[in-house]
């Protein structure tokens, strides 16, 4: 898998064996809205609720923007899933590393999701497998948290199947679809990675 040392804003995608995964750019912000547009009923029971300015081209552009900067001041990485042989513009999936922290915590959250037509393939287990390990090797983390809904089944499978362990349970932790919700917390650890020291 790439490791990259540049600047977030400069380095190139990741790829696998069927997918590219693109860093956040401004210019994203089409292929994101209609992403979002497209599985809004899908993602509904999983994100929180959207105020309806959110699907407002020129609303969403700036959020993009937003997400962009932080992704260049190093709070978050921010990547889109494509196919490999995929038109450009196509977006079928979102992978999140927010709340970077540094030593000696070296932690962020994962966040992630994807398209409904293409549920059921491996997609999202492949696309994180590489997301992770460039976290892991690039930006050091020694800590990768990630929570579900407790009835996301396909969620804990996912994150079952690249060794996040179950660590906790939280009451009333997140407003997902309009209100508060539990859920699971879980945690990747790498106990072999040094400490950072730059």
Known sequence: ????NAPWSLQAPLATARLKLLPLQSTHADALLAYYRRNAE?????????PASFWEPVVFAKSVQAWVQ??????????????????????I????FSNIVGKPFQACTLGYSLDHAHTGRGYMQEALAAAI??????RHMHRIMANHLPHNAKSAATLAALGFEREGYARDY???????????LTALTTPEMPPDLD
């Open 174 to 184: 997140l407003q997902i679809d309009g209100r508060w919700q539990d859920h699971v």
């Open 93 to 96: 999936g979102c992978v999140n």
């Open 133 to 138: 390990a460039h976290m892991q090797q690039s």
């Open 70 to 91: 932080n992704c260049e001041n190093g709070l978050a990485v921010r990547w889109l899933v494509q196919r490999l042989d995929a038109a450009v513009d196509e977006c």
């Open 42 to 50: 899908h993602l509904k029971p999983w994100d929180p609720a959207r």
């Open 1 to 4: 898998m790439l490791k990259i």
